[in-house]
């Protein structure tokens, strides 16, 4: 055997040229390792002399302990030379996992409108944001005089084309589609008006449910009413209607459900004990004429809302300007 002096020298040399960890990393497997040089060694005591054998057993130790110090001190100057070049990038290390996003709030909150009248059996459907003036002012009983028709309230096209203002420009072309009652339509859409302020946007969305059929009467609605209350905002908020005017209806009425704050004692925020959701009634019958029906044999109820309206309100926001602006802190919390 070469004597120890030598082949440690050797094998130092060649630690001390490592230019990298994955070198030296493979010298120490040479040296070290299950089939490395120090086990070779050990394996040829049982054939030395039995004089010798202590001897040598003493030299491959000294082999052992000095090369394995020498690839230590190694390892820390390479580590050393890798953080004075700025080079702190190890590859073993797990990575960070990118942040995932989710459903923005209307996103959701459409999903959840549309989930809950699922279950009792409105099916939803989807109508062009561009529409003809028929299907959204003249189809269903807006006369031409009428404000909403006013360059400064609706984006007019070409053509005769207008951005839809409201859902209820896709009753007509619902029917029109099934042919047929009973029809239970949701329609959920962007709906596009020239009004801005803490309540009001441009764009916005609605939700609009029709359920045409024989003998629909506002008891039917006022039931569907306080379903959709108890599903979306709780188990204890229920509404009430309220005379009004609508073109496309007749009875019309508001709809008001109890404060979230007070369940309708009333306090600060509300005032009564009542909050403002949207618009209801039963079809008009010059509507389901316009759609081919027979409003002596069919009725109809019909409820139209903004999705950001009963967001906001069951959140409790004051601006709705906010949830279509990048602010993730303000996203985020919902």
Known sequence: MMKSGQLLSSWQIKINNTQNRKELEKIRIKILGRKGLVNQLLAKITQQPPSKKKEFGRQINKIKKGLFTAIKKQESKLQQESKSQGQKFDPTIPTLKPPLGKKHPLS???????????????????????????????????????????????????????????????ILQEIERVKKPPIRMLHIAKCYRRQIDIAHTPMFHQFEGWLVDKNVSVAHLKWTLDYFAREFFGIK???????????????????????????????????????????????????LKNAGLDPKIYSALAFGWGVERVFAIRTGIADIRPLFKNNLDFLNQF
């Open 108 to 170: 959701q909150t459409i999903e959840e409108i549309a989930d809950i009248f699922e279950k009792i059996g409105f099916i939803r459907v989807k109508y062009p944001e561009i529409t003809t003036d028929w299907y959204c002012f003249g189809g269903v009983n807006v006369p031409p005089d009428h404000p909403s028709r006013d360059d400064q309230e609706t984006f007019f096209l070409e053509n005769g084309l207008v951005l839809s203002t409201h859902t209820t420009s896709g």
């Open 237 to 287: 908020r229920v509404t009430r209607l309220r005379p009004h005017h609508f073109r496309y209806t007749e009875p019309s009425f508001e709809v008001d459900i109890t404060c979230g704050a007070c369940l309708g004692n009333g306090c600060r925020f509300c005032k009564e004990g009542w909050v403002e959701l949207g618009g209801a009634g039963m079809a008009h019958p010059t509507v």
